[in-house]
């Protein structure tokens, strides 16, 4: 620079000084635009640099062979590497041990196809150098540079994404306090099962359970124990299954279980011996919240494809037989078969016509004698509860008891018997039934109602009855149940006055234990043994027994099913306390029972006669 500022202060120049000078100010600028050039070159690299490093998401660009041409410090960092200039110059293989030439050339073709949608989707869970997996989208993109073909990658890496998807497919699928599968992931896997079964030749087992005192764990305890006894359930119910078996939460305290995969012929073999194992692991109970809790199980089976050959059919019909089953009682099974189907059906139709049936006035009570055996003299009656529907005309108590407990209708219609009862005791009051029993039959439902004992006391006095005059009736199922919940609810009974009777007494397994256990008042003798006793000396002993045991407890007898005066004066011998049954009278109004008393009232001792009405 200093020779130019020497070669300025000269005074002339002479031809070939004047040729340097030319070509050393060509060089100069030449020199100058290169550095411009260069400098401009380096600050759009940093800058492309910076761009592509700012990113959230990795990057690269690829070459044909596979070779690694750029990448951001994202896409080293995402796959395990200290710095983006780690991976320049590295075959894509290199950065994923799992990954071939012949993958990563597959890969590239795509780029070289005509009529493809870019960027080209794809998600992966890619295996690190390090060992651990790492899921990711890939979206590649073509990139042309001096007429050749690269490709231009992002790795998105997808770990919360996927996290919530396996959120929403559990929320979808599982159930969320017992953990196993809930009723949509279920039907799927039925359907495939299905189709697999009917590929092969195979046949498929489906239980459908239910959990007894379910709701009254919830409103004794509160839903954390119900919660709790579900769980606890289940993974009970699922230690007795196979690897291939599914079980599922289906619906309350309600569990689906799938055996899928059994030979011809040994469906409903399989299923059976799987409900007795449910059956018993169940009884065996469970300890809530520091008290144990005893449950029971009521199993229906549907059996592919004797019972169903999809899985709406099987489900349905599985359904059916476990409401035959529970019907049974607690701790039943029961296999599905076509005259089920048409028991369904017809309470379908009841149980739609129960509804608004009580508004409707459609219900009215009869009213049965229960007279003394000794004397004749009419002292109890039994209120029964018939009904004619408008729709159905009348119906059976036999057909719609079952279904309005089934609905829990039978709370209303139980409270409606006891205030109408108690309203017609209060209208004898004047009369020769001025101080009858009337005795109502009460259901499991009732007795587990809080507000159930505040009834029958507010019954009484709005009635002005004394509670002598009422007896409630209790089956040996009532008594199952919930034996504690029942014993708490008899002793507020029991503390009011009111009678408790055991109905149906000897048809049970237990019925010995109860007696001792609730402090009845009275024992029902079945119609079942009453009915033989004149020709059947088995039945004769087995009823002068009971009425021997009920003497030495302190309990009153009533004989059921009474019909001929030679099995009245047989129970009158053996020392039976009351007679009930159509040889006394048949249900009847409460009008026509008031005529029976004034025909009855104080009559002596005399032999029977058939006083039927």
Not at 152 to 160: A, C, G, N, R
Not at 181 to 189: D, E, K, T
Not at 194 to 220: M, P, Y
């Amino acid at each position: 620079m200093r020779g130019c500022l020497d070669l300025l202060s000269a005074a002339s120049f002479g031809p070939e000084m004047y040729e340097q000078w030319f070509v050393f100010t060509s060089v100069f600028k030449v020199l100058s635009m290169l550095g411009l050039t260069y400098a401009v070159q380096d600050e759009i690299q940093q800058r492309y640099a910076r761009t592509i490093d700012s990113l959230s998401h990795g990057f690269l660009i690829r070459d044909r062979r596979g070779y690694i041409h750029v990448a951001n410090e994202r896409c080293a960092k995402l796959l395990g590497f200290n710095s983006a200039e780690e991976l320049i110059g590295l075959h894509v293989c290199d950065l994923l041990p799992n990954l071939t030439r012949d993958m990563a050339d597959a890969y590239f073709r795509y780029f070289e196809t005509e009529g493809v949608q870019y960027p080209i989707s794809n998600t992966a869970t890619v295996t690190l150098r390090n060992g651990s997996r790492l899921p990711v989208e890939l979206l590649g993109s073509p990139y042309i540079e001096r007429g050749r073909l690269f490709c231009l990658v992002q790795l998105l890496d997808i770990s919360e994404r996927q996290k919530k998807d396996d959120q929403l497919y559990q929320a979808a699928r599982i159930d969320p306090i017992t953990g196993f599968f809930n009723r949509h992931a279920l039907s799927l896997r039925l359907t495939e099962e299905v189709e697999k079964a009917a590929a092969a030749g195979q046949e498929c087992a489906v239980l459908c359970v239910d959990l007894g005192k379910f709701k009254r764990v919830n409103e004794s305890f509160g839903h954390a124990a119900g919660d709790e006894l579900l769980r606890s359930a289940a993974r009970r119910l699922h230690r007795l299954l196979r690897p291939a078996d599914v079980l599922a939460r289906f619906d309350g305290d309600e569990f689906i279980v799938l055996i899928p995969g059994l030979a011809p012929g040994s469906a409903e073999t399989v299923g059976a011996d799987c409900a007795s194992a449910m059956i018993a692991a169940m009884g065996k109970g469970f300890e809530l919240s520091y008290h144990a809790i005893s449950v029971t199980a009521s199993i229906g089976i549907a059996c592919y494809p004797q019972h169903g050959t999809d899985s709406g059919a099987l489900l349905h019909n599985a359904d059916i037989a476990m409401y035959e089953a529970r019907k049974a009682g607690r701790g039943e099974q029961r296999l599905f078969d076509d005259d089920m189907n048409a028991a369904a059906k017809d309470a379908l139709m009841i149980d739609g016509a129960l509804r608004g049936a009580l508004a409707a006035g459609e219900f009215y009570l009869v009213y049965q004698a229960i007279t003394n055996a000794h004397t004749g003299k009419l002292t109890k009656v039994e209120a029964l509860l018939r009904w004619n529907s408008s729709l159905l005309g009348p119906v059976t108590p036999d057909r719609f008891i079952p279904v309005a407990e089934d609905s829990g209708m039978i709370v209303e219609l139980g409270t409606w018997v006891l205030e109408q009862a108690c309203r017609q005791a209060g209208r004898w009051k004047q009369s020769v039934l001025d101080d009858v029993t009337i005795s109502i039959n009460v259901s499991a439902w009732q007795l587990a109602d809080p507000a159930f004992v505040t009834l029958v006391s507010q019954a009484l006095i709005s009635n002005g009855l004394s509670p002598h005059q009422l007896e409630l009736e209790l089956t040996e199922r009532v008594l199952i149940d919930d034996a504690i919940h029942v014993q708490t609810v008899l002793a507020q009974l029991r503390a009011l006055g009111v009678g408790i009777s055991l109905d149906d007494f000897g048809t049970g397994y237990s019925s010995l234990s109860y007696l001792t256990q609730f402090h009845l008042n009275t024992l029902k003798i079945d119609r079942a043994f009453v009915m033989d006793i004149e020709h059947s000396e088995r039945s004769n002993s087995l009823v002068h027994a009971i009425i021997a045991m009920g003497h030495s407890l302190g309990l009153q007898l009533v004989a059921e099913g009474v019909e001929t005066a030679g099995q009245a004066s047989i129970l009158e011998k053996m020392g039976c306390h009351y007679l009930q049954g159509y040889h006394i009278s048949r249900p009847i109004s409460p009008e026509l029972l008031l005529q029976f008393a004034d025909g009855r009232a104080g009559a002596a001792p005399q032999p029977y006669t058939d006083y039927a009405i």
